[in-house]
């Protein structure tokens, strides 16, 4: 009877590390993989035209003036923009 329940100890503990052994590297495959770019994104990167920073074209709030385009990171840059284009 003993010797029935240490072998079934020694069969979870077999399994049990198996179980671990397999999930280790299952992990460092995932790891080692690059990331990949979001679907949907070009890689296109466009020039905020007030504050000067770059942004994906995706993100970014567009504006015809002038019949020309501009691009900018939010609408605060994009108001004081047209604001400072007004007062020229």
């Not at 010797?3 to 052994?21: R, T, W």
């Not at 994104?41 to 995706?58: A, H, R, W």
């Not at 504006?63 to 900018?72: A, I, M």
């Amino acid at each position: 009877m003993i010797v029935g329940i240490l072998k079934i100890i020694i069969y979870a503990f077999f399994a049990y590390s198996a179980y671990q052994f397999f999930r280790f590297f299952r992990a460092l495959s995932k790891a080692s993989k690059p990331p990949r770019a979001p679907k949907g994104t070009s890689g296109i990167m466009v020039k905020d035209d007030f504050c000067n920073t770059y942004l994906p074209k995706e993100n970014a709030i567009r504006e015809v003036y002038e019949g020309k385009e501009y691009y900018f990171c939010s609408s605060e840059c994009r108001q004081k923009f047209l604001e400072q284009k007004k007062s020229q």
